[in-house]
C-alpha cells in the first residue's frame, strides 16, 4: 500500500480537452486572475475527530490508511469566520441534487472528481466577492481507494475454496464509499465490477470488490454495506455547526485568505485533507488486521481533518 501524499485535480464531468493547431492564441497577461484549489490526500496529517480536536483510533478498534485515487466533492466554501452559519459563507463550487430518488439526494453523477491526471480547480477571482475568510468548508460525497484486508474465513465462507489451502492471505480491495448526506446513484464502477443502484443511498454506503488468484482459484468477491458513523471535522461546531448528516469538512486557514476588490494576480490554495487512519474497523481479535469474513465491521470511513493554507 502507498502512504505517500496524492495531489488531485479536478475532473469536470470526466472530460478531457485538447488543443488543435485552430485553436487561438491565449496572451497569458490578459486572462483574467483566478483562485486555483488543489486538493492534496495526506496519510501523515493530524487526525482529528468530530469537534476538530486530535484523536487516536478507539480501543477494540484498529485503522488503516487508504490508497487513495478519486475523490468526489458536491461543494466547496469560503467563510469569513466562526460565526458565518453554514449558508452564509461564498459558495465556490456547488454540485447538482435531485429528487429522481424520493428525497432530495447529491446526484453522484454531477460531482466534481479528483485523480492525479487533470487540471487543478479553477475560477476567476472576479466571481468570488471580495473580502477576508478565515474557513474553508468542503461537502465530501465520493470517496474510491483500496485497502489490505485479510481473507481469514474464506476457507468457510468462499464456495469451493481449495481444500488444505490456508486462508490466512493479505490481499488489496478496492472500496468505494460515499460520504453525502443522501446520494443518488445510477450505477458505479468498484474495480471490475458494476453495482447498479437506481436509488438513494445514506451516507455511509459502499461497495468493496477484490479479486484475485489463490493457487489456481479464481475469485471475485463484492460486498455491499454501512459504516455505522461517518467522521465529519468542524472546529467551529460551537458557533457554526453543519446539517446533520452532511459531510460538510471544516478547516481554518493559518492566516486569513484575502480576495482583493481588484485582483491582479492568481490566488493558489492548498487543502490538506487527512487520511490517516481514516479506514477504521471493529478489530474483534485484536491482531490489527481487517478481516471481514470473520465479521469483523467497518465503524468509520469518513476523513480525518481539513487543513487550507495560501501558497505562493
Avoid at 58 to 87: C, M, R, V, W
Avoid at 169 to 189: E, H, K, M, R
Avoid at 247 to 252: E, P, S
Wanted: net charge negative.
Amino acid at each position: 500500500m502507498k502512504k505517500t501524499n496524492l495531489i488531485f485535480s479536478v475532473l469536470m464531468g470526466i472530460t478531457m480537452f485538447s488543443c488543435s493547431t485552430d485553436d487561438p492564441i491565449v496572451d497569458p497577461s490578459q486572462e483574467d486572475p483566478r483562485l486555483n484549489i488543489t486538493f492534496i490526500m495526506d496519510v501523515d496529517a493530524e487526525r482529528l475527530d468530530n469537534l476538530g480536536k486530535p484523536v487516536v483510533v478507539s480501543e477494540g478498534n484498529a485503522a488503516q490508511d487508504p490508497d487513495f485515487e478519486i475523490l468526489g466533492l458536491h461543494f466547496i466554501g469560503l467563510y469569513p469566520d466562526k460565526f458565518t452559519p453554514y449558508d452564509g459563507g461564498v459558495t465556490i463550487s456547488s454540485t447538482a441534487t435531485t429528487g429522481s430518488g424520493g428525497e432530495t439526494a447529491i446526484d453522484f453523477n454531477g460531482e466534481i472528481f479528483f485523480n492525479e491526471e487533470v487540471n487543478t480547480i479553477s475560477v476567476p477571482l472576479k466571481n468570488v466577492a471580495a473580502g477576508s475568510y478565515e474557513y474553508l468548508r468542503s461537502s465530501i460525497g465520493y470517496q474510491k481507494y483500496k485497502i489490505t484486508y485479510n481473507l481469514e474465513g474464506a476457507a468457510m465462507e468462499i464456495p469451493d475454496w481449495p481444500e488444505g489451502v490456508d486462508d490466512n492471505i493479505d490481499v488489496d480491495g478496492a472500496v468505494a464509499s460515499f460520504l453525502g448526506y443522501n446520494t443518488y446513484i445510477g450505477s458505479y464502477v468498484i474495480d471490475t465490477q458494476t453495482v447498479t443502484v437506481n436509488g438513494n443511498r445514506a451516507q455511509g454506503y459502499f461497495g468493496m470488490e477484490t479479486s484475485g488468484d489463490i493457487q489456481g482459484f479464481q475469485f471475485i468477491e463484492l460486498t455491499e454495506g454501512e459504516a455505522p458513523q461517518t467522521t465529519v471535522p468542524n472546529p467551529i461546531n460551537d458557533t457554526s455547526p453543519v446539517p446533520e448528516g452532511s459531510c460538510v469538512v471544516t478547516g481554518q486557514f493559518p492566516t486569513a485568505l484575502v480576495i482583493p476588490e481588484n485582483p491582479s494576480e492568481d490566488i493558489n490554495i492548498e487543502v490538506v485533507i487527512s487520511i490517516n487512519n481514516s479506514f477504521e474497523w471493529e478489530d474483534g481479535n485484536g491482531n490489527g488486521k481487517y478481516e471481514p469474513l470473520l465479521g469483523e465491521t467497518v465503524v468509520d470511513m469518513g476523513t480525518r481533518g481539513v487543513f487550507p493554507s495560501v501558497v505562493n
